[in-house]
């Protein structure tokens, strides 16, 4: 048997080629919720400092691809999620109009999504869950994102696995997911409760 590689050298000049895809957004209910899974083991996260400017966060995501960040603190302790749009959003002029500062006084402690306000999953757990069950559960918590858990034997700490996004999940399946959006001021907030109470 030959290992022989075999090239072809020379193509016809009227051949036609494309980029080769992913089925990326061929997603059906019926799959596996893993589909879905930005999974920090695999690919790692784009992290910046709680006490990091948010101009210089916004330049990173931006030549990184990425939309997302993950913040840490001194310790390397994930403490939020922070989302271009909430660079970008209502949220940090609000905040600055508060202070008495300017939006380049703001840090990423200071508009992030603490870890603590996102709705969790255990990593096993989400293994049994189909695409429609996480649709259900998004429209359930009305949350932009859910935080995958690990938790790992002989450790105290949980450790964050990965996230799960309402929009990635809209996008790929071509449904909405959530119909209101996230409170981004405190006027928000208050038209929310208003609504809820009738």
């Keep these: 048997m030959s290992n022989q590689l075999h090239v072809m050298a020379e193509q016809p000049v009227s051949a036609r080629y494309r980029l080769a895809s992913r089925a990326q957004n061929a997603l ?16 790692n996260p784009l992290t910046v400092r709680s006490s990091e400017d948010i101009h210089a ?15 840490i ?9 922070l989302h271009m749009k909430d660079l970008i959003g209502s949220l940090p002029m609000s905040l600055a109009s508060q202070r008495g500062s300017s939006i380049a006084d703001l840090v990423a402690q200071d508009v992030m999504r603490p870890v603590w306000s996102l709705p969790t999953i255990g990593f096993n757990k ?15 918590l009305h ?14 700490d949980k450790v964050v696995r990965g996230l799960l996004s309402a929009d ?6 071509g449904v909405s997911v959530n119909t209101t959006p996230r409170p981004e001021s405190f006027s928000d907030i208050v038209h929310a409760v208003r609504q809820t109470l009738g």
Excluded: P, W
Excluded at 73 to 81: A, H, P, S, T, W
Excluded at 127 to 137: E, G, I
């Design 168 to 173: 990635e999940l809209s996008r790929r399946l």
């Design 28 to 43: 059906t209910h019926d799959d596996l919720a893993t589909e879905l899974l930005k999974d920090f083991n695999r690919q």
């Design 126 to 140: 989400l293994q049994n869950l189909t695409v429609d069950d996480l649709l259900s559960t998004f429209r359930e």
């Design 73 to 81: 603190n001194r310790k390397d302790d994930v403490i939020g999620m």
């Design 143 to 156: 949350s932009d994102y859910l935080l995958v858990i690990e938790t790992v034997a002989g450790e105290e």
């Design 57 to 71: 966060i916004g330049k990173k995501l931006e030549l990184s691809g990425e939309t997302l960040c993950v913040v």
